[in-house]
């Protein structure tokens, strides 16, 4: 359902090129979360950047329910599901104005939208809130909204970067508990995120990218065999492992 080939993403600089995503190859497959780990600046968000269309490959492609980013973005976007914290609501549109007008930005009829909306609204818990402005709701209760918004079109791929970042403890249990049912709806699910313990009790396999590149992956289990510890001790030694050749 989704696949990576040698994607590659440089960013031109005044001195030196940035190089930000260096020939990353990974799949996912339906009904499997992949767990993409790494340090803030470790090429992550870029990578689900280039995977969602939103940013252009330098070389490399990827395919997304066996559509090419590349040749046919347009395609590869109506199959799936973006979600990041970096992405605003509109302020003075309530909680189900919001999820509705993405409903029919993918050319949803009114009625599959209602229906859609009434779903996902008493799976999230969003009820109590469904009539509220989105600039007088919490942190965890915007993000159930753009949650929504992201599923209102019941997409095949679900990209979630650092889904619950400053979320509390019940929040982000909701949360991840949606996801575990996108998996089990047979969805193929991208999970970014730098909480070991979170990565290592729902993903099916982790990929660690450090400074552009896949350093290792695995099932969690696999991981930590690898290396030893826990999944943060792993993720530490893979990372720390990682030395710049000398020039020749």
């Known amino acids: 359902m989704i696949e990576a080939r040698s994607l590659s993403k440089v960013f031109p ?3 030196k090129p940035v190089v930000a995503v260096d020939s990353v190859s990974f799949t996912c497959a339906p009904g499997e979360i992949y767990g993409l780990l790494g340090a803030n600046g470790a090429g992550k968000t870029t990578t689900l950047r280039l995977l969602a269309t939103m940013l252009r490959p330098t070389s490399g492609t990827a395919t997304i329910g066996g559509y090419d980013v590349t040749l046919e973005p347009e395609q590869a976007r109506r199959r799936l599901g973006f979600l990041s914290t970096a ?3 509109y302020a003075r549109l309530s909680a189900f104005e919001m999820v509705q007008y ?22 999230l818990d969003m009820n109590e809130f469904r009539d509220r402005r989105c600039e007088k709701l919490s942190t965890g209760q915007k993000q159930k909204v753009s949650i929504a918004r992201t599923l209102i079109h019941d997409p095949p791929v679900m990209i979630f ?6 979320l509390d403890v ?4 909701t949360i991840v508990g949606f996801v575990r049912e996108c998996r089990a709806a047979g969805k193929a699910v991208i999970y970014s995120t730098h909480i070991m313990s979170e990565a290592d009790k729902l993903c099916d396999r982790i990929g660690i990218i ?3 590149r896949l350093l290792a ?5 696999e991981i930590k065999s690898a290396h030893g510890g826990d999944l943060e001790d792993a993720f ?7 030395r710049v050749q000398p020039s020749a």
Do not use: K, Q, W, Y
């Open 161 to 166: 970067d650092e889904p619950t970042n400053g």
């Open 87 to 89: 992405t605003a609501l």
């Open 210 to 212: 450090h400074a552009g």
């Open 236 to 242: 530490v030694a893979v990372v720390v492992s990682v």
């Open 217 to 221: 992956e695995g099932s969690p289990g």
């Open 170 to 173: 019940m929040s982000a249990r």
């Open 102 to 123: 993405f409903g029919r930005l993918h050319g949803l009829e009114d009625g599959a939208i209602r229906a859609r909306v009434d779903e996902l609204f008493v799976r």
């Open 13 to 15: 600089d005044r001195t």
